[in-house]
């Protein structure tokens, strides 16, 4: 009786309330990226009142962003073991109660403590969420939940310069946390009844490959925090750079080499080597590095060169974010209708575009300049993003799912920083070689130079006080027009980058074959059908 009554009490094979489940992944994927961006962003105001230097507080959104590379490959064993739902639940309710412990950090190193604890509960987002998607919502659902999570991505690395200095400037700082726990409760009633109910697995859970997979964490943990704290410590000039980097490649050659000498690897590593899947990995980076540069250089040439608050520069990105509401269903009405290798095509030349648009770039612009530039590349980006990640799901069958959801996270955070790495340090090395070029051009005893320094002395003279004469207030306004004409030039250089990065992208998607037919999996094996098991 046991035996059959069991089964009875299960859910069935396909979640009873799948647009919740659709509605989560939408406010998860916002709400891990809301977190990461707005430490960086506000990091300034988080430092002071922790009272940490520039150096202490580079560790803040590595805390948090290391903890969510850590949990990602896990993800895989926790939510095999006990289900994704249990696993959802638990990593919201540690998210919402470190949020909103943060602001009452008294130190840095318990700011540190909470930060980890809030990247382990949202880690677990991404990859269980995108599993959600493919395995409990029928294909024709596919597109909108894919949509959802590329809108949220978008929307909130482009909206969390205005927020965040709306809350500086309006409230406090500590809303920067307090609104991800506002978020996270919404979240933890999505969870709880848009996704079916899984008993544990106490088997895979007593000979699951655990120490493998906490192997392999620690080493794509290791490779992030080395290159996120690269370009402030100048890279391999740095020991510490050089000893976490090489740690993370052992960690991760020790992970592989111990997982081939499994039976049943928890990874499926033939994943990797299916037709298009290797293509599909790079074109993940690629987006990732699009939507990181469009939302990096033009943040940086704002305030760098035109000296706006995070407040102002939100304006402009707003054109990136508010655009997300109209395109992102568009993009999955299309799905359904034509060739995703069509849509990933069209998405990268249309940011692209975008991107050659915004190389037209001087020192006069403003936040209205970029507007058409930002549109283009917010259609593009969504469009891309989407089609990619959906193009990719006709490559899972039906014991892939969590393994997908573990690689896109893993390329969406590796994606991620390695644009933002390789932007600013590109952009940092083209400001240095544009700065000595220029500066070459100006020299003392040029009669531009001097008529240069007399227009600025004159400008200024009534306005001079104290000990600083006219003349060296105009050599220092010549020493600044320099230094924004070389950032200007850099961060052209940057979207030439970019555009030459999605004119490789083209050519990848070209590529690209026809995928494989695909069947809608159940998340588990359906269970017994109760009228059978009582006959037998």
Not at 322 to 333: D, N, Y
């Amino acid at each position: 009786m046991n035996a059959v009554a069991a089964p009875t009490a299960q859910a069935p094979a396909t979640s009873p309330l799948p647009w919740l489940g659709i509605v989560a992944v939408l406010i998860g994927a916002i709400a891990t990226t809301l977190t990461s961006r707005l430490t960086s962003i506000g990091l300034s105001d988080v430092r002071g009142a922790v009272s940490a230097g520039f150096d202490e507080g580079a560790w803040i959104p590595t805390a948090f962003a290391a903890s969510q590379m850590f949990i990602g490959p896990l993800a895989i064993f926790l939510g095999r073991a006990f289900s994704p739902r249990r696993v959802l639940l638990a990593g919201c309710v540690a998210y919402g109660v470190a949020e909103f412990l943060i602001p009452f950090a008294p130190d840095l190193r318990s700011l540190l403590v909470l930060q980890c604890i809030a990247g382990l509960g949202s880690g677990t987002f991404i990859p269980l969420t995108a599993s959600f998607i493919l395995l409990s919502l029928p294909r024709s659902l596919w597109p909108w939940g894919l949509a959802a999570y590329a809108m949220n991505i978008i929307l909130g690395l482009n909206v969390a310069s205005s927020l965040e200095g709306w809350y500086v400037e309006h409230v406090q700082w500590a809303w920067i946390f307090w609104q991800n726990t506002l978020v996270a409760i919404p979240m933890l009633f999505l969870y709880w009844f848009g996704l079916r109910r899984i008993p544990i697995d106490w088997d895979y859970l007593r000979g699951g490959d655990f120490r493998g997979m906490v192997t392999g964490a620690i080493g794509f943990t290791l490779i992030y925090i080395a290159l996120d704290q690269g370009d402030r410590l100048d890279w391999f000039s740095s020991s510490f750079i050089v000893g976490v980097l090489a740690a993370g490649i052992i960690a991760l050659g020790l992970f592989l080499l111990h997982e081939t000498t499994l039976p049943a690897p928890s990874v499926d590593f033939g994943l990797l080597i299916r037709r298009n899947v290797m293509l599909c990995i790079l074109l993940v980076l690629c987006t990732r590095f699009l939507v990181t540069s469009s939302n990096t250089l033009v943040a940086n040439f704002l305030i760098q060169v035109r000296g706006l608050r995070p407040l102002e520069v939100g304006n402009a990105l707003l054109w990136v974010a508010l655009p997300q509401l109209i395109i992102a269903p568009t993009v999955a009405w299309l799905l359904n209708r034509i060739d995703a290798r069509f849509a990933i095509g069209v998405g990268f030349a249309i940011a692209t575009a975008g991107f050659l648009l915004a190389t037209g770039i001087t020192s006069e612009w403003a936040e209205g300049d970029f507007k058409v530039a930002l549109l283009l590349q917010a259609v593009g980006e969504t469009l891309e993003l989407t089609a990619v990640v959906y193009f990719f799901a006709h490559h899972v069958g039906p014991t892939d799912g969590i393994t997908f959801g573990a690689i896109i996270q893993t390329a969406r955070l590796f994606g991620g920083e390695l644009g933002t790495s390789l932007i600013i340090s590109f952009t940092r090395k083209a400001e240095q070689y544009h700065s000595n070029l220029i500066g070459q051009h100006v020299q003392g005893d040029s009669p531009l130079t001097d008529a240069r320094l007399n227009a600025y002395a004159t400008a200024v003279g009534h306005l001079s006080q104290g000990t600083g004469t006219a003349e060296a207030r105009g050599a220092g306004l010549v020493a600044a027009a320099i230094r924004g004409q070389a950032y200007t030039l850099s961060i052209l250089d940057g979207f030439l980058l970019a555009s030459c990065v999605g004119t490789v992208a083209i050519l990848i998607v070209l590529c690209l074959r026809e995928p494989p037919a695909v069947a809608t999996p159940p998340a588990v094996p359906p269970l017994p059908d109760p009228a059978a098991a009582r006959r037998t």
